[in-house]
Structure formats: structure tokens, C-alpha cells
């Protein structure tokens, strides 16, 4: 969901001839061939897990099984990742009340929107040029310099137009004295977030999951969290929580680049980076209009809360949308290592491999997020009653938003996708088409239904975008991840609901969620089990349980 540039810079050792001998129409011959492969290669004997091995490609098994162990790391992080979170959310609506938390809620939102921005394409710019530098340490040092420098100039500025600014959005929203402090703190903070981001960024880039999870998984919402509870516990109010956030992520920020120059290696540089410039801008700029339109996609729904509905209303929105942050979970943990692989192979014509490892990966998401939507969806209500009774209002636009997030999480990396294939202008015209049509549609949706109307705009926009993203796909590239074994997941999560649907019935509040939850995971395995499994989910699997296995011998 979530370049143009030379072959050298690509990574890409074959000459401009050797490409325009691959076509679109070639690439889709090599997909329907991998599709095709993939029909042809299912076990004759379930039970035979080595003849299963062997019938995989090693090009792709290879792929799958560097995939499967940054979402090995990641999963896990995500799910720490949003327990802190969480906890985070836990304590300020406790710690501030409905309304006051609201006000830090719309402040807190609008910060995120420049987060998206404020590092101007950089992070999918080191994602593209530094794998292919691998043999080039002055590039690699030159790339991340310049990622750094635009993510602290676009920073400043950002943090320059707030401090202005803070006092009229204020009067378009909220209309509470403690907004323009908090709003001109959360200013500060967001490009601090940005340097955070882009120091993960470097180790993503380099294949090191266990230091992107470190520093934007865990260490950023673990400042956040201390600063927060350190605040509400010394008896501060919004302005002080905020204050004591922006003082922890600076912390984190002044001790975080170091170590990573010295774990890396990659001493970030300007010098000689003039020859760079307008390779990495020509790959950022796109992919940073693609974010600006992807704001007015999928976050215009925050500012019109804030904008036309109470504080109150902002609050019980974010509530939901931390719970939502969950159930993007499976998506971002099998992508986190997506992109620098299909990048290899893209810049080694090898499209049947990498539509086979897409149409996989995407398989497994599905296999995993339908569980998470499913709790959700059935016991949304409970779990937003333990934020407090005001915020169960927000059940029903839990519900719809939970809708984009399927569609999204069924088409697998569509966005990362293209612009990994040099199709970041592609996605950057559709970004905007789309936004457009969204602002007017969540704003007549906002005035009509209110929240509802929130998450149906929103919702809406994920399941366009991502459906036109994999239509995009297939006509330049051929790429195509759906066949026949989807089906098998849709079947299992149909009995989920059914078995987690009679234990609300017969179990009432946070009860019936853990048992619930548990019955239902266990009718979902059973009917996977049932139904049969793809190899090649097997072989993640696998690849999944034996490095969690090895994960917990390291701790004891």
C-alpha cells in the first residue's frame, strides 16, 4: 500500500538495450508463467515438506525467506510498537479528560500529517540508491547526507510555519487557549520525528531490520510514552505533556545518529554531493507530492474532525485510529523488507521471481490480518470502553474504517511496488487525482454523518487507491498477486467470525474478547489446516517459527 533515474544509480548492470527489450506485454508473459508455475507446483503428498522446498525456485525462496525474517523482527515490534502506543493513549485520556484530550489529540494529529512530509521523499530515496551502493561507501555517505540535510531544512520550515499559524487554526477549530502552545511544541517535534525517521531509514536501507525496528518501533513511541506519563504524573496539562515529548524525542535524536554512524558506517556527507542531487531529487520529489497527496487522501479526515466537529469528537477519533494502527500490523511487517528485494530483482529483469514473491507476500498478509480485523470488528465496542464510556462512540466508524483497511492489506505493496519499478510519477498523478476527489467526499460525508462519515471518506480512498494501484501494476509491469489460494484465508476468517460472533453472544464485556479471541484463532488455524495450505506459505511459516524459536533461545 504504504525513479527515474540512470541503470548505474539503479543498481542496474544491463545496458538501455538489454531493457527495452522487456516490455510490458514480456512482463506480463514472465508473470503469467510464475502464476501458472505456481498452480503447477502444488504437492502431490501434503505431508512432503521437502518435495514442497525443492518445487520453489531458489531465487524466490531465497526472496521469501529475507522477507519472512524482517517480518520475523518487525511483527514483533509492531505489536510492541503499538502496546506502547496504546499505553500512551491509556494514560492521556485517563490523565486528561475527554475534552482536554481532545485538544492534544487534534495538535497531536495534525503533527503526524507533517511527519508523513517533512522528510521530502528521502526515506524511499535511501530505500532505492543505497542497496544499489553497496560496493560504493562515499555514495552511500553522500545519499543519507542529503537525506538528512532535507529532512532538517524541510523541518525548520515547517516548524517556522506552525509557530505562525498555530493561533488561526486554532480559531478554525478547537477555540481552546492551550491549542497554539501545544500546536507551536508539536512543531519542534516533528522534525525531530523526521530525523528519527531517516536514521531508521538508513538501517532498512542496509537490510538491518533489528535497527529500524530499534529506533522507529520501539525507542520513538518509548520517548513519547515516558515523556507523557512523566508529565501527567508531575500533574502537567496539555502544554506540558507536549513539552516534556518534544524534550524526550530530542534526547533520542542527539543519541540516536551517532550510534547509528557507528553501527552503519555511513558517516553522512555533503561533500561532492552536488552529483547527486538531481538523481536523489528526481526519485524524492515525486514520492514526496505522492505524500502530500496521500494526506488529503487519508488524514483529511483528522483535520476535518478537528475542524467541524468538538474536541470531544477529535478525541474519540483518535482513539479509533490508534486501535486501527493495529490492523496494519501483517501489511508493514512483511513489507519492511519488501522493498530493497524487489528492487534486486527489478534491476535484474527477473519479473516472473518478483511477481511470485509479491503474490505471496500478499497471500500471507491476508492469511495474517484477517485474525486482527476480525477481533476488531466483532469486539471494537469493549475495547474502546476501557479508553472510557465517552469513546465507544466511535465503534461504528471502527467498523467502516476497518473496510479500507482490508483492501489495502489484500492488494500486499502496491505503492512500494511502483515506485521500487520506477513508476514513482505514476503514482504520484494518482495520489493527487484521488485526493481531490477525497477532500470533497469526507468533507459532504463529515457535515452528513459526522464520524462515520470520518472513516467512510477515508476508507473509501484506501480501497480506490490501492485498487488502481494494482491495475497500474499489471499494465506496466505484468505484476498480478491474486489466484485461486486467496480463497482459502477468506474461508478460514468467515468461520473466525462466526465462532467469535457466538461467544459475544453468550460472554458479555473484555471477557468475551479473550476468550473470543482465543476460540476464534483456533477455528481460523483449523479451518486453514483443514482447507489446505500454499507451500510457499509453509515455507515462510516455517522460516517465521524457527527464527522466533532461535529469538527466544538467545534470551535465556
Known amino acids: 500500500m504504504d525513479t527515474n533515474s540512470t541503470s548505474a544509480a539503479s543498481g542496474d548492470h544491463s545496458t538501455p538495450e538489454a531493457k527495452a527489450d522487456s516490455p510490458a506485454t514480456a512482463r506480463t508473459a514472465d508473470a503469467e508463467t510464475a502464476a501458472t508455475a505456481r498452480d503447477d507446483s502444488e504437492p502431490t503428498a501434503e505431508g512432503d515438506a521437502n518435495a514442497e522446498s525443492t518445487a520453489i525456485p531458489d531465487d524466490e525462496r531465497d526472496a521469501l525467506v529475507t522477507i519472512a525474517g524482517g517480518a520475523v523482527v518487525t511483527s514483533g515490534a509492531f505489536s510492541a510498537q503499538r502496546g506502547l502506543l496504546t499505553a500512551t493513549e491509556l494514560v492521556l485520556t485517563r490523565g486528561l479528560g475527554p475534552a482536554t484530550y481532545g485538544v492534544y489529540a487534534l495538535a497531536w494529529r495534525i503533527a503526524q500529517v507533517l511527519v508523513r512530509l517533512v522528510t521530502f521523499g528521502s526515506v524511499p530515496a535511501l530505500q532505492?540508491?543505497?542497496?544499489?551502493?553497496?560496493?560504493?561507501?562515499?555514495?552511500?555517505?553522500?545519499?543519507?547526507?542529503?537525506?538528512?540535510?532535507?529532512?532538517?531544512?524541510?523541518?525548520?520550515?515547517?516548524?517556522?510555519?506552525?509557530?505562525?499559524?498555530?493561533?488561526?487554526?486554532?480559531?478554525?477549530?478547537?477555540?481552546?487557549?492551550?491549542?497554539?502552545?501545544?500546536?507551536?511544541?508539536?512543531?519542534?517535534?516533528v522534525g525531530l520525528l523526521g530525523l528519527v525517521t531517516v536514521t531508521a531509514a538508513v538501517f532498512r536501507a542496509i537490510g538491518s531490520a533489528r535497527g529500524e525496528v530499534l529506533f522507529n518501533k520501539l525507542l520513538r513511541p518509548a520517548v513519547r510514552l515516558v515523556g507523557a506519563a512523566g508529565a501527567v504524573a508531575l500533574g502537567y496539562s496539555v502544554v506540558g505533556v507536549a513539552g516534556a515529548i518534544v524534550a524526550c524525542t530530542l534526547l533520542?535524536?542527539?543519541?540516536?545518529?551517532?550510534?547509528?554512524?557507528?553501527?552503519?558506517?555511513?558517516?553522512?556527507?555533503?561533500?561532492?554531493?552536488?552529483?547527486?542531487?538531481?538523481?536523489?531529487?528526481?526519485?524524492?520529489?515525486?514520492v514526496a507530492m505522492s505524500s502530500?497527496?496521500?494526506?488529503?487522501?487519508?488524514?483529511?479526515?483528522?483535520?476535518?474532525?478537528?475542524?467541524l466537529l468538538t474536541a470531544v469528537a477529535a478525541g474519540v477519533y483518535n482513539v479509533v485510529l490508534v486501535l486501527i494502527t493495529i490492523a496494519w500490523i501483517p501489511l508493514r511487517s512483511f513489507n519492511q523488507l519488501l522493498p530493497p528485494v524487489a528492487s534486486k530483482l527489478y534491476a535484474a529483469d527477473q519479473t516472473a521471481t518478483l511477481n511470485a514473491v509479491y503474490s505471496s507476500v500478499t497471500r500471507l498478509i491476508v492469511t495474517t490480518v484477517l485474525p486482527v480485523l476480525a477481533v476488531l470488528g466483532v469486539y471494537g465496542e469493549p475495547l474502546l470502553a476501557a479508553f472510557g464510556p465517552t469513546y465507544t462512540r466511535g465503534y461504528l466508524p471502527l467498523v467502516v474504517y476497518l473496510g479500507g483497511v482490508f483492501v489495502g492489506s489484500a492488494v500486499g505493496a502496491t505503492g512500494w511496488l511502483l515506485m521500487m519499478?520506477?513508476?514513482?510519477?505514476?503514482?504520484?498523478a494518482l495520489d493527487w487525482l484521488l485526493a481531490a476527489l477525497n477532500v470533497g467526499l469526507t468533507y459532504a460525508f463529515v457535515l452528513r454523518y459526522g464520524l462515520v462519515g470520518a472513516a467512510l471518506g477515508t476508507s473509501a480512498a484506501i480501497a480506490v487507491q490501492n485498487g488502481a494501484q494494482v491495475v497500474l501494476l499489471r499494465r506496466f509491469e505484468g505484476l498480478w498477486p491474486f489466484d485461486r489460494t486467496f480463497l482459502t484465508p477468506l474461508a478460514a476468517g468467515a468461520v473466525?467470525?462466526?465462532?467469535?460472533?457466538?461467544?459475544?453472544?453468550?460472554?458479555?464485556?473484555?471477557?468475551?474478547?479473550?476468550?473470543?479471541?482465543v476460540a476464534g484463532t483456533v477455528g481460523y488455524l483449523l479451518a486453514l489446516r483443514a482447507i489446505g495450505v500454499d507451500p510457499r506459505d509453509r515455507l515462510v511459516v516455517g522460516e517465521l517459527v524457527g527464527s522466533y524459536l532461535a529469538a527466544i533461545d538467545d534470551w535465556r
Not at 515547517?158 to 486554532?170: E, H, I
Not at 553522512?268 to 531529487?281: D, I, S
Not at 519499478?421 to 503514482?427: K, L, M, P, S, V
Not at 467470525?497 to 479473550?514: N, Q, Y
Open 496 to 517: 473466525m467470525i462466526a465462532i467469535m460472533g457466538a461467544v459475544r453472544v453468550a460472554v458479555g464485556g473484555l471477557a468475551a474478547v479473550g476468550i473470543g479471541a
Open 421 to 428: 519499478t520506477d513508476h514513482q510519477y505514476a503514482r504520484m
Open 252 to 286: 533520542l535524536v542527539a543519541v540516536g545518529i551517532p550510534v547509528s554512524i557507528r553501527v552503519t558506517g555511513i558517516v553522512p556527507t555533503l561533500r561532492g554531493a552536488r552529483g547527486e542531487l538531481r538523481r536523489f531529487y528526481d526519485h524524492a520529489a515525486p
Open 292 to 307: 502530500l497527496g496521500k494526506v488529503f487522501q487519508n488524514r483529511i479526515d483528522v483535520l476535518l474532525v478537528g475542524g
Open 128 to 189: 532505492r540508491f543505497l542497496p544499489a551502493a553497496a560496493d560504493d561507501p562515499a555514495r552511500r555517505s553522500r545519499v543519507t547526507g542529503l537525506a538528512y540535510a532535507t529532512t532538517l531544512g524541510v523541518g525548520v520550515s515547517m516548524a517556522l510555519g506552525l509557530w505562525v499559524a498555530a493561533p488561526r487554526v486554532n480559531e478554525l477549530t478547537v477555540s481552546a487557549p492551550t491549542f497554539p502552545p501545544t500546536m507551536r511544541l508539536f512543531g519542534a517535534l
